[in-house]
């Protein structure tokens, strides 16, 4: 929400040539940036792809015609990469979309995956601690980087 409020701002800014006071500088680290440059397009469409397809067969690649698992090398290839694959047992051709939820999905992986983040985000609000573990760095940091951010809004705020 607080991120909204301040694109809006800045965007009117822009526009408008409203007061420079309302104005802010942006730095490398600024959230306003970030909330303006923010989307799918920064996460990897392989990695994504391979996230998404694992959630969707969680037993493992099979066919959704006879069931059977796959065993080939280049049919697993294609499965895993999201392209068509045929099943050596039944011969139905299909791909690891094929009557799952995404059937008929247009996005990229990478969308499905954003979008999954944020939808979860919006009802489970990350803790200190959870951030932590995404980024990979301890407790300590993550409130090191907490009021450091905060120091650099406060002083752009009042230039
Ligand atoms: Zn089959």
Known sequence: MELKENSTKTHNCETQGEVKTE????????????????????????????WVIGR???DGARCPGCNV???????????????????K???RWFTA?????LQGMQMEFRQVFLLA??????ENPPTPELIARFVGVSLNTVSFWHKKI????VVENEQ
């Open 117 to 122: 983040v944020l939808l979860d985000l919006m």
């Open 56 to 58: 969707l067969h969680l």
């Open 69 to 87: 698992p796959l065993q080939d090398k280049s049919t697993l290839a294609n499965f895993w990469q999201g392209k068509r694959c045929c099943c």
């Open 97 to 101: 979309k094929t009557r799952t939820f």
């Open 150 to 153: 905060k120091v650099v809004e």
């Open 23 to 50: 104005s802010r500088k942006s730095t490398p680290f600024f959230i306003e940036e970030l909330s303006r440059t923010f989307s799918a397009k920064l996460f990897d469409e392989d990695a994504c792809r391979q």
């Open 89 to 91: 047992s039944c011969g």
